[in-house]
């Protein structure tokens, strides 16, 4: 079975610049998760979708950030514009349902804002 | 509101050593899991197990064993004989079950670093 892929891999931008990552969950999966995850730190949630709809967005800062899953399976992220302090791993995740607890992670994209 | 902390920022340890790490959390649900998830240097995040708030039984899994405690809020990690491919950064993960505030969303700890030398 495939895992959840992600691209692209690495990315530098300048500040200012706009940005956007794909992810495709594992198949048949409808609930897909867009993570922060800040050198040292923990991942974040930044979004959840169940299928194409929004199940919590609230960590997602909306003034520049946006995040779309149109047909209930791949998703776009889109930074605009980017700050210094968006430099970061976003991983995307995947579960067959909330209630199944664990979810599955893609290799991540590494953003650098300059 | 969900709270994992992991007081371990680094561990390093000599091959064949055994290595526990630390994870206490806070909750207000009544029902959630516990996880351990393990991100090596390719930066995957692996999953390791998942807990059951109502199971307290022990774990094993080969050189890997886990220790839930409900009355001490604590889900501690052990690798038994650790090997230098143990190397990596080590989160523990908490979310919610069905009717909790935290349904299908994760919350990490900080991560502890773990690198096991030949």
């Known amino acids: 079975e495939a895992g959840v892929a992600q691209s692209p891999r690495y990315k530098i931008i300048e500040k200012r610049q706009s940005v956007a990552f794909w992810c495709n969950p594992i198949?048949?999966?409808?609930?897909l998760y867009w993570y922060q995850q800040i050198l040292g730190q923990g991942p974040k949630l930044l979004i959840q979708?169940?299928?194409?709809?929004?199940?919590?967005d609230s960590q997602l800062p909306k003034d520049r950030f946006s995040a779309e899953r149109l047909k209930g399976v791949d998703s776009t992220l889109k930074i605009q514009p980017a700050k210094l302090e968006d430099s970061a791993v976003y991983l995307c995740?995947?579960?067959?349902?909330?209630?199944?607890?664990?979810?599955?992670f893609g290799p991540g994209t590494r953003l650098t804002v300059t | 509101a969900q709270k994992v902390t992991q007081a371990q920022t680094e561990i390093s340890v000599v091959e064949k050593e055994d290595v526990t790490l630390d994870c206490v959390y806070e909750?207000?649900?009544?029902?959630?899991?516990l996880f351990w998830y393990k991100q090596p240097p390719s930066g995957e995040l692996v999953f390791l197990i998942r807990?059951?708030?109502?199971?307290?039984q022990n774990e094993i899994s080969g050189r890997y064993s886990w220790n839930f405690q409900k009355s001490t809020s604590s889900f501690n990690f052990t690798i038994t004989a650790s090997q230098v491919v143990d190397s990596a950064v080590y989160f523990c993960?908490?979310?919610?079950?069905?009717?909790?505030?935290?349904?299908?969303?994760?919350?990490f700890g900080q991560g502890t670093i773990l690198t096991v030398h030949p």
């Open positions: 995740a995947s579960s067959p349902d909330p209630g199944v607890g664990e979810q599955y």
């Open positions: 198949s048949g999966h409808a609930t």
């Open positions: 979708f169940q299928n194409n709809g929004v199940v919590d």
């Open positions: 909750t207000r649900d009544t029902t959630y899991y």
């Open positions: 807990r059951n708030s109502f199971d307290e």
């Open positions: 993960a908490l979310s919610g079950t069905a009717g909790g505030t935290s349904y299908g969303k994760l919350t």
